[in-house]
Nanobody, 117 residues
Framework: QVRLVESGGGLVQPGGSLRLSCAAS????????MKWHRQVSGKERELVAA????????NYADSVNGRFTISRDSTKNTLYLQMNSLKPEDTAVYYC??????????WGKGTLVTVSS
């Protein structure tokens, strides 16, 4: 059974940093395109960052480019999102996603990030 479990969210001041983790079981994170999405209440879920299975090619939303870094650790089978220079508008629930390229996607249940002074 595939399971993705996010952690690392919390309250942080503007300009601060957090690292989110997505612990995977039932699939290997290096074999699939892995993504982080976020969703603010009342708004649509948006793609934040993605890392491909080939050559670790990464893509970022313009709003986070230069501040966030997506990566993965094969030994821990875990996906990460390093978030620096956080802004209040980064406040959202962040979701881990695995794209299997077959029309199947797996999602975690999310972790809340709140950026506020």
């Amino acid at each position: 059974q595939v399971r993705l479990v996010e952690s690392g969210g919390g309250l942080v001041q503007p300009g601060g940093s957090l690292r989110l983790s997505c612990a995977a079981s039932g699939l290997t994170v290096t074999k699939y395109t892995m993504k982080w999405h976020r969703q603010v209440s009342g708004k649509e879920r948006e793609l934040v960052a993605a890392i491909r299975s080939v050559n670790d090619i990464t893509n970022y939303a313009d709003s986070v480019n230069g501040r966030f870094t997506i990566s993965r650790d094969s030994t821990k089978n875990t996906l990460y999102l390093q978030m620096n220079s956080l802004k209040p508008e980064d406040t959202a629930v962040y979701y881990c996603n695995a794209d299997l390229r077959s029309g199947m996607n797996f999602w975690g249940k999310g972790t809340l990030v709140t950026v506020s002074s």
